[in-house]
């Protein structure tokens, strides 16, 4: 892998030159959006959560911010940046969304829409613990290196579907926030794998 370190501008001109391919598999109605947050410094960050233990559904898994479309939400955009003011506190008007990466299925039956956004590196981060049990940052140029997310073929219902798995530090990365990580990798990289 290039030794160069990666920066804002470099990650912004691949991301907007590569256009995510479409999908072509029928997708849930249910809809929900998840903020993926790069993090503006000289060397970019990727801002990452893990959930609360206490919640319903994922707890205490890694993920992006976000949550379920509401009936008054006018667009995904809105959905995923009002989620992350319920549990981060950044203000919708910190974030600039820069574009979105195609819709995921989760587990729980939801179609979920990536949108990436650029967001200070000054801002200070206020949990809601009720939702969040950490916030931490993940060097951009390490989360995006491919080789760093293994496969995991499991068989749910008949049908085989494949997960990703990455550690970073303490945190466990896998499932859906992985894959989301790892399509944002294939996609600044041109669609083909970038080496390890």
Same mark, same amino acid.
Request: glycine content about 8%; cysteine-free.
């Given at each position: 892998m290039n030794k160069t370190p990666m920066t804002l501008d470099d990650f912004l001109t691949r991301f907007t030159l590569q256009p995510p391919q479409p999908i072509t598999q029928s997708l849930p109605t249910r809809r929900a959006a998840v903020l993926v947050p790069i993090v503006a410094r000289q060397a970019p960050g990727l801002l990452l959560t893990r959930r609360a233990d206490s919640l319903r559904t994922h707890a205490g898994q890694v993920a992006f911010p976000g949550g379920v479309m509401d009936p008054t939400d006018h667009s995904l955009i809105f959905t995923a940046l009002r989620e992350t003011q319920e549990e981060l506190a950044i203000p919708p008007s910190c974030v600039r969304v820069v574009g979105t990466l195609p819709n995921v299925t989760s587990s729980t039956g939801f179609q979920v829409t990536p949108i990436v956004g650029i967001i200070p590196d000054n801002l200070?981060?206020?949990?809601?613990?009720?939702?969040?049990?950490?916030?931490?940052?993940?060097?951009? *140029?390490?989360?995006?290196?491919?080789?760093?997310?293994?496969?995991?073929?499991?068989?749910?219902?008949?049908?085989?579907?494949?997960?990703?798995?990455?550690?970073?530090?303490?945190?466990?990365?896998?499932?859906?926030?992985?894959?989301?990580?790892?399509?944002?990798? *294939?996609?600044?990289?041109?669609?083909?794998?970038?080496r390890n």
């Open positions: 200070r981060y206020h949990a809601n613990k009720d939702e969040v049990a950490a916030v931490f940052e993940m060097p951009l *140029q390490e989360a995006l290196r491919p080789g760093r997310y293994s496969p995991l073929d499991i068989h749910r219902e008949g049908i085989q579907h494949r997960v990703w798995l990455s550690w970073f530090e303490e945190y466990f990365i896998w499932g859906m926030t992985a894959g989301i990580i790892r399509q944002l990798s *294939q996609q600044i990289s041109g669609g083909t794998a970038m």
